[in-house]
C-alpha cells in the first residue's frame, strides 16, 4: 500500500508540472540582447552590427536609441573612460543605463522604453523610409559617420551599398530640430540656446566650454530588441546593448 500511495503521489506531481508548463511559462515574453560581440566600432566613424537572428515568436523589430552630446573635446578615439572628458551627462548616463544592459535578467522587460524617454534618448530613424525594416534579423548593418565635411552619416549594409541618410528623430512632432534633422555638427546644434524641449530635445547641452573654444558634437547609440506581450498587448524590450560614440561630422 505505502508503495502505491508513493507511486499516486509521484503521478500527481507530474500532474501538476505538467499544467505548470502548460501554463504558460514556456511561452514566457522574453527576448535576448544583441551580443557585445557582435559589435564592431572604428574609431568614432563606424559601427558594425551583426543582427541575430530572432526565434521568439514576441519579437517585432530592431531599434536603436541615441543622444547627441555637445564637446569641448576634439578626439578620435572614445572609451568608456573618457566619457566625463567628452560630456558630464554622457557619463551620467552611461551610468544610469548601465544596469539595465545586465544579460543575466532574463524577465520580460517593459520599462526600457520609459528609461531612455527619460534620459531623452530617441529612436534612430532614416530618410525617407522605416529603419526598422532595414535592421533585419540575421543581416548585417553598418552605422557609417564621415570625417569628410558636409558628408551625412549613412545607414549602409555589410556590401557599402547605402540605405539612406540617418535622420534625427523629432519625437513624432513634440519638437523641431535645428537646423534640420540631419546628425551633422553645425553652430545651430551644438548651441547651448538650442539645447530646449522644443528645439533640440535630442542635444545634452555642456556648460564646461569657454565661449571662445570649438563645438563638437558625438552621439551615443544603444540596441535593443522590441516585441508584444500578447496577453497584456504591451511593448516589452531585451536589456539593452551599448553600440558605442560616433563623431558628428562638421556641416
Do not use: W
Amino acid at each position: 500500500m505505502k508503495k502505491k500511495a508513493r507511486f499516486a503521489v509521484f503521478i500527481f506531481a507530474l500532474v501538476i508540472a505538467a499544467g505548470i508548463v502548460s501554463c504558460g511559462l514556456e511561452d514566457y515574453p522574453y527576448l535576448p540582447s544583441v551580443p557585445e560581440n557582435n559589435i564592431t566600432v572604428q574609431s568614432v566613424n563606424r559601427a558594425t552590427i551583426r543582427l541575430p537572428n530572432i526565434s521568439s515568436s514576441y519579437f517585432t523589430h530592431f531599434t536603436i536609441f541615441y543622444r547627441i552630446y555637445i564637446s569641448g573635446e576634439n578626439t578620435d578615439q572614445i572609451t568608456t573612460t573618457d566619457l566625463s572628458r567628452v560630456n558630464t551627462s554622457l557619463a551620467a548616463d552611461y551610468n544610469g543605463i548601465y544596469p539595465s544592459t545586465d544579460i543575466t535578467n532574463t524577465s520580460a522587460n517593459t520599462a526600457i522604453g520609459s528609461l531612455f524617454r527619460n534620459r531623452r534618448y530617441y529612436e534612430l530613424q532614416i530618410e525617407g523610409g522605416d529603419i526598422r525594416n532595414l535592421l533585419s534579423a540575421g543581416s548585417t548593418v553598418e552605422i557609417i559617420f564621415p570625417t569628410i565635411t558636409g558628408e551625412k552619416p549613412t545607414l549602409n549594409d555589410v556590401n557599402g551599398n547605402v540605405y539612406g541618410s540617418l535622420y534625427r528623430s523629432n519625437g513624432e512632432g513634440i519638437f523641431d530640430p535645428v537646423p534640420d534633422r540631419y546628425f551633422l555638427n553645425s553652430p545651430d546644434l551644438n548651441a547651448s540656446a538650442n539645447t530646449i524641449e522644443t528645439k533640440n530635445a535630442d542635444v545634452a547641452n555642456n556648460t564646461s566650454i569657454v565661449a571662445s573654444s570649438s563645438r563638437y558634437t558625438y552621439v551615443s547609440l544603444y540596441i535593443v530588441l522590441v516585441g508584444l506581450d500578447t496577453q497584456t498587448l504591451t511593448s516589452i524590450y531585451s536589456q539593452p546593448t551599448f553600440i558605442g560614440i560616433l563623431k558628428l561630422p562638421e556641416k
